[in-house]
């Protein structure tokens, strides 16, 4: 009988094989369900929205994503505003600093990309919410160490300098955005504003029609400013008015005198400079010499420093038929206002130092 039972445990053992062939099927689902859990939380960053597992009833949020997917923030991300099940809080401030935080940030532990790890939601301490060290530029105020961080803004010239300290009067930087004239200039008084705001009427002489609108004046007049070293620094604007602007609201309004370049005092304010009439004529160039020839200056503005009828402007200045004008010569209100003329014909500009 010995010989017999070998035969029959190999043929038993055939047997159970075969037999466990018969579930291999419901094995491999299950290993397939396995793999769709591990390539569902790795294709997730590469396939982007719509990638997520399809039983959503039975994997609402893999645990494997939110560990190991970037976060909703990260720059390279392009379809990262467009999730499935974003986790809260990934999306709901905008990150001042350029770099989402490490996987591990928050456990009081610095690893791998971290600089820091406080594990704290104070953002404004030496250690960020990214795990990065505060530094200035980051956008991020260190408050006791920074007065300010407007990041990529910071500038010497700017409300925020390069050193994260608020720019003050007295730091001889002109900050134009703390609506400083000057800082430390001659002329400039505690204020950071000058007590003396010049004028001049151009030595060259334009056609209406191609001024170039406003924009086009001014840098006429700032072009001319620029070769009188006792100018440089202050900003000038041509007394014109167009269709949206005044002239009087474009130089600003100062409680400090307006002079020729000569010092000849034209109006002692900027109330004194809109009452129709003037101290002394503005008939002195940039050079700081009299005009000759041609007396008339394009203007579109009238006594008060208020916009003429818009069909004087000469298309604001950019073309059309007729154009106000003023004299150069005179002390009344036809300084600014004195007639009319054809917009190809050529006449002067006032350059005014405005304020901030």
Same mark, same amino acid.
């Given at each position: 009988m010995r010989p017999i039972r070998p035969r029959t445990e190999a043929a038993a053992l055939a047997l159970? =094989? *075969?037999?466990?062939?018969?579930?291999?099927? =419901? /094995?491999s689902a299950g290993d397939t369900t396995g793999d769709a859990t591990s390539e569902g939380s790795g294709s997730g960053t590469s396939?982007?929205?719509g990638s997520a597992p399809t039983d959503g009833t039975t994997e609402p949020t893999s645990t494997s994503t939110s560990t190991t997917a970037p976060p909703t923030t990260l720059p390279s991300q392009t379809e990262a505003t467009v999730t499935s099940d974003p986790t809260p809080g990934t999306t709901s401030e905008p990150s001042t600093t350029i770099e989402p935080p490490p996987p591990d940030c928050g456990d009081l532990v610095v690893g791998p990309g971290e600089d820091c790890d406080d594990a704290n939601d104070n953002n404004n301490d030496s250690c960020l919410n990214n795990c990065k060290a505060a530094q200035c530029g980051d956008g991020v105020v260190f408050e006791g160490v920074e007065a300010c961080d407007d990041g990529s803004n910071n500038a010497d010239d700017a409300p925020c300098t390069m050193l994260c300290q608020k720019a003050t009067c007295g730091d001889n930087v002109v900050c134009p955005g703390c609506k400083e004239e000057c800082d430390g200039n001659v002329g400039c008084n505690i204020a950071c504003k000058y007590s003396l705001r010049y004028v001049f009427v151009t030595s060259q002489v334009y056609r209406g029609s191609l001024l170039g609108g406003l924009a086009g004046a001014d840098q006429l007049c700032m072009e001319l400013a620029a070769g009188n070293g006792g100018l440089q620094g202050r900003r000038f604007v041509a007394w014109l008015s167009t269709s949206t602007a005044d002239a009087a609201e474009r130089v600003g309004a100062s409680d400090y005198p307006f002079l020729r370049l000569d010092d000849a005092i034209i109006a002692?304010?900027?109330? &004194?400079?809109? &009452? *129709?009439?003037?101290? *002394?004529?503005?008939n002195i160039d940039?050079?700081? =010499?009299?005009? *000759? /020839?041609v007396d008339q200056v394009w203007t579109g503005t009238e006594a008060d420093g208020e916009v003429t009828s818009l069909n004087t402007l000469c298309a604001d200045w950019t073309g059309g038929d007729m154009g106000r004008y003023g004299s150069a010569s005179a002390l009344t209100s036809q300084w600014t206002d004195a007639g009319l003329t054809d917009c190809v014909k050529e006449a002067r500009l006032y350059c005014f130092q405005a304020g901030y």
């Open positions: 159970l =094989m *075969a037999l466990s062939g018969c579930f291999n099927p =419901m /094995g396939q982007g929205p002692n304010n900027s109330g &004194d400079l809109l &009452d *129709a009439a003037i101290l *002394a004529p503005i940039e050079t700081k =010499m009299p005009i *000759a /020839g």
